[in-house]
């Protein structure tokens, strides 16, 4: 089987291991970085809205295809976009990333399709590994066994960062970019713009490409000006 990550769903900047702002997850990362491809286990990663969980994943990816695995990535808030029959033959993948699993959890189809791909993935030795908004304990399943397998393997609570973490990490995304980005724009973003850092780094992109575009300097007024 060649390599995959589900093409249509890739992320709008560049996610691995050594662009992401650990701080207090270090441990976490350092597993997943180190030990999950080795190990098989299954894992299950959660945290509120923006901590980080989508890069963590598609950096295990990007990972994997690194190492010549097979892997897929599959963002499933955005399950309306297919059906829970793309989780046939999974266990031909080597690592399946499942992100916000929570979202499609009450729905027996998927339920089911999501069982039944776990089973055959730790039958195969492969890699299973999801995130959700909440613990194992916290999930809304209408299969008791699926909510019990997800507790089997890894279980980690991925903490949220603080602001000075947040700025911390908006300048090393800007720094690898070679962007000009003062204090005082990360500061603006943070009063008038999501805090959510997924989002804060998808902007700071946009940014970019309007700045080259426009030739402009990145500054307050140039940012209000393309969030208006």
């Given amino acids: 089987m060649t390599q995959l990550v589900l093409r249509g769903l890739q992320p709008q ?42 890069h963590l994943l598609q950096a295990l990816c990007e990972k994997a295809l690194r190492l010549h695995k097979t892997a897929m990535y599959l963002p ?45 993935l730790q039958a195969s030795d492969k890699l299973w590994i999801c995130s959700a908004k909440t613990s194992v304990r916290g999930l809304n399943c209408l299969l008791p066994d699926l909510q019990s397998r997800l507790s089997w393997g890894q279980v980690f609570h991925i903490e949220p960062l603080s602001e000075a973490e947040t700025i911390a990490a908006l300048q090393l995304h800007a720094k690898e970019r070679s962007l000009i ?11 008038h713009y999501q805090r959510d850092l997924s989002a804060l780094l998808i902007f700071l992109e946009k940014l970019d490409a309007v700045s080259l575009a426009e030739k402009k300097r990145i500054t307050v007024p140039f940012v209000k000006e393309v969030l208006e």
Avoid: M
């Avoid at 900047?13 to 702002?21: D, G, M, V, W």
């Fill in 13 to 54: 900047f560049h996610r691995s291991f050594e662009n992401f702002y650990a701080e207090q997850n270090q441990a976490i990362v350092d597993y997943l970085r180190e030990e999950a491809l080795q190990q098989k286990s299954s894992v299950y990663l959660w945290g509120n809205s923006g901590c980080g969980l989508s």
């Fill in 76 to 120: 499933l808030k955005e399950s309306s976009d297919y059906t829970p029959e793309i989780l046939a033959d999974v266990e031909q993948i080597d690592v399946l990333c499942l992100d916000d699993i929570d979202t499609v959890l009450g729905q027996a189809l998927w339920e089911e399709a999501l069982f039944d791909a776990y089973n055959r």
């Fill in 181 to 191: 980005v003062g204090d005082e724009v990360i500061h603006f973003l943070l009063n």
